[in-house]
């Protein structure tokens, strides 16, 4: 995550002629370019760097059923935790240490273990996924319904907005 954020990844490029465009000399030649025009430089020598603009928007972000158009929403500050679905219950796990590191990946596998072994193997009566699938204003009207029943109800559902991503098991 703080790699992203830091802009430290390079584009993946498509390379038609990459014995030409595929060296550390056209990488210098693109960094010499203003990075507004860079690209179209690499179109020059058939070089297509795939876009990257929504990068930021992978993670840490959600679209929240609103009546005519869905609102989009990221979150950036802060945000440790993950949610996973397993038989329609949701989880929050911090994946994060408070420094921004990612936890290690035996770690991570070790909760998921845990995650898909140990849990409630019952389906929830009530799985909330389903209304996800319905048509938006229906979903829309149903969310504000459940947000209104309690400030519980309103409080999960700013978790799972705020996740980092949502896994389903």
């Known amino acids: 995550m703080n790699s992203l954020r830091a802009n430290w990844l390079d584009p993946e490029v498509y390379h038609l002629h990459p014995t030409k465009?595929?060296?550390?000399?056209?990488?210098?030649?693109?960094?010499?370019?203003p990075k507004r025009v860079s690209s179209y430089g690499a179109f020059v020598q058939n070089a297509y760097p795939l876009d990257m603009s929504q990068y930021d928007r992978l993670f840490n972000s959600t679209r929240i059923p609103k009546h005519e158009c869905d609102?989009?929403?990221?979150?950036?500050?802060?945000?440790?935790?993950?949610?996973?679905?397993?038989?329609?219950?949701?989880?929050?796990?911090?994946?994060?240490e408070k420094n921004g590191d990612l936890l290690s990946a035996e770690k991570i596998a070790s909760i998921m273990k845990y995650l898909c072994e140990d849990l409630n193997e019952e389906e929830n009566p009530y799985p909330l996924g389903y209304f996800t699938a319905d048509k938006r204003d229906r979903w829309a009207t149903i969310r504000e319904q459940?947000?209104?029943?309690?400030?519980?109800?309103?409080?999960?559902?700013?978790?799972?907005?705020?996740?980092?991503?949502?896994?389903?098991?």
């Open 21 to 33: 465009t595929n060296t550390e000399q056209f990488r210098k030649y693109l960094r010499f370019l």
């Open 71 to 96: 609102l989009l929403v990221s979150n950036h500050n802060n945000i440790r935790h993950i949610v996973v679905i397993k038989n329609g219950h949701y989880y929050k796990v911090n994946i994060l």
């Open 146 to 169: 459940i947000e209104a029943l309690s400030q519980h109800n309103k409080q999960m559902f700013k978790e799972i907005d705020s996740s980092i991503m949502l896994i389903c098991l």
